[in-house]
């Protein structure tokens, strides 16, 4: 299979019906999966989110950076080979939905998802979790 025309169908929202070969890769890794998540095209219900290119950038990494995750999306400690979690992508970008409650998931340098939100300008108003630091 030419996983090359079956990212670029996925990231045009072309894929066929029943499509099932998320896992199809560039010399990269990149996966179909990472194209359709990063064009807000893949399905409804889709499930395969620790998908990682050679970066370890997971599927949910790609609709994080792009704002394409779901409603209800829960994995957010899901993380790249920095450590940087799909969380911390969602902060950068002001994207985390109004109940997350998950600040303290920190990358490999210990920064956490509260101080990713700090530094992006994108923590909440009401946002009261300051005990929280950077860990070493």
Not at 89 to 110: C, I, K, M, S, V
Request: aromatic share 12%; proline share 4%.
């Amino acid at each position: 299979m030419d996983a090359a025309r079956f990212i670029e169908d996925a990231a045009h929202g072309k894929l066929p019906d029943g499509f099932s070969r998320w896992e199809l890769a560039d010399q990269w890794g990149w996966t179909v999966a990472h194209a359709a998540a990063a064009y807000g095209k893949l399905p409804d219900g889709f499930s395969r989110w620790e998908l990682a290119d050679h970066n370890g950038m997971t599927v949910a990494h790609a609709a994080a950076t792009s704002g394409t995750l779901p409603d209800g999306f829960d994995q957010w400690e899901l993380a790249d080979h920095g450590g940087c979690t799909v969380a911390h992508y969602a902060a950068a970008r002001g994207d985390l939905p109004p109940d997350f409650d998950r600040w303290e998931l920190a990358d490999r340098n210990g920064v956490t998802v509260a101080k990713m939100a700090a530094i992006h300008g994108n923590l909440p108003a009401g946002f009261d979790r300051w005990e929280l630091v950077v860990q070493r």
